[in-house]
């Protein structure tokens, strides 16, 4: 395992990506997420590589990065992947968004679980779909589906359900028989179910973790899955994502996508998630374990400075949502404490209704920098 740590605040500063683009210097910043790591060597060396050739064209058949994919899920999951069941597309988003393209038409409806990762309901959006929100059940910060509204949903009309599949933001990751109960209702009642499985890479416990397409063969029936290396390798401007199939009829659909689909993906992003999932394991090792303390030290950190933040450690990644409604800091806690203790937080509104008291913290970062926030909290009560 190699280790790895957070490049230091006046390093990161330097960087021109969106998190440290978006506010004033005084402002530490920890919404977006992108990770404050170094990235992987053998990523580093293949875009070297390619730049010192001038390698800068377009993406054109790229095997290998399927090959490299299917390598990663066999080791990491014991998923066997074909590697002809598999497409490009530029990312998740995009992905995503041309996927539901060839499901369905204008006006049907798709369903999500609230609260989620905010872009989804921009994807819903922009295909001109009905949303239909069935929320997660939540007790006492134990997130779970709620497969008897869901399935009144299903039974009602639903076409697609986007499942966040682990969770973001509540940090969850679904349990298998779950999920093999819910590919048993979408099959039932005619449903597709698209699976982002972007933070798949980053669970602390690879057991708790089964690929939607891994469930059950009613999930391989219903199921596309929509992945990439963005998050797990932090390679999110590269621009290149995976759509995988089993089944032959919903391949049949997603055929019909525009080839642009595939050729507006970048040919770094290729490389770099070639190299990601083929020879980066022990970076990413490396990284899951550095997270796994930094998921701890936020415990310690809430019991002896703000014991009031309720916080359950998140099963993967580095999202720790976080209930802020004792601290009593107003309509939208994110922007007092941006106001007063200068710390950029993605607010709990972005992912749904009736969660405004919740605010996002990255913790991709130094244990400096975590512990900084918590202060800056502290300076906002
Ligand atoms: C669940 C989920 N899906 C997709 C994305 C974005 O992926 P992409 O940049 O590949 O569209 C994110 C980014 O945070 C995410 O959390």
Redesign the pocket.
Known sequence: MTEVHALPLHELRKRKSVKWRQFPSDVLPLP??EMDFPIAEPIKSALHDMVDRSDTGYLGPFPEMFEAFAHFSQLRWKWSVDVSHMRIAT??????VEVLRTLIGRGEKVMLNSPV?D??WRWVAEVEATLVDVPLTNENGEYSLDLNNIEREYRDGVKVHIL?HPH?PVGAIFTSDSLSQLASLAKRYGVHIIS?E??GPLVFERRDFTPFLAVSDDAKDVGVTVT?A??GFNL?GL?C?VIVTSSAAIREKINSMPISVAFRASLFGAVAATAAFRDSDSWLDGVVSTLNQNRELIRNLIDTKIPAIKYRAPDFGYLAWLDLSALQLGDDPAKTILERGKLALNGGHMYGPRNAQYVRMNFGTSPEIITEAFDRIMKSL
């Open positions: 977006v997420a990312d998740v988003g995009v992905g995503t990762y872009n989804m966040c973001n982002d972007i933070h990439s963005s998050k999110a621009k994502a």
